[in-house]
């Protein structure tokens, strides 16, 4: 079993950053796929960003070139850099893992563990 606390959420306006931070209660990066998914009223849970055991990144085209994740192992923390954001991020952001596999999908269904979530607004 892996527990996840995401943290670092906020309010910003529209062109500002933040950066979530997702802390494992284990250390589970050398063996566990890591992302980042969001969930905006009334749509449908979306990947953003994973990360695999190896290294191989994934990004969902609409935060292509404005957010970064990554993680520390020594911290057992995944983090995600978010730079010029828009109204249309805001939205709940969760951190989930799953066993490691050879490709790092953005697909909801594909991972095992989740945590509680993080609210970001971004305003215009």
């Known amino acids: 079993q892996v527990q996840l606390v995401e943290s670092g959420g906020g309010s910003v306006q529209a062109g500002g950053s933040l950066r979530l931070s997702c802390a494992a209660s284990?250390?589970?990066?050398?063996?566990?796929?890591m992302a980042w998914f969001r969930q905006a009223p009334g749509k449908e849970r979306e990947g953003v960003a994973a990360?695999?055991?190896?290294?191989?990144?994934n990004y969902a085209d609409s935060v292509k070139g404005r957010f970064t994740i990554s993680q520390d192992n020594s911290k057992n923390t995944l983090y995600l850099q978010m730079n010029s954001l828009k109204p249309e991020d805001t939205a709940i952001y969760y951190c989930?893992?799953?066993?490691?596999?050879?490709?790092?999908?953005?697909?909801?269904?594909?991972?095992?563990?989740w945590g509680q979530g993080t609210q970001v607004t971004v305003s215009s």
């Open positions: 284990r250390n589970i990066h050398s063996t566990y796929d």
């Open positions: 990360i695999g055991r190896d290294g191989i990144i």
């Open positions: 989930a893992a799953r066993p490691g596999m050879t490709y790092v999908p953005l697909a909801p269904r594909m991972y095992n563990f």
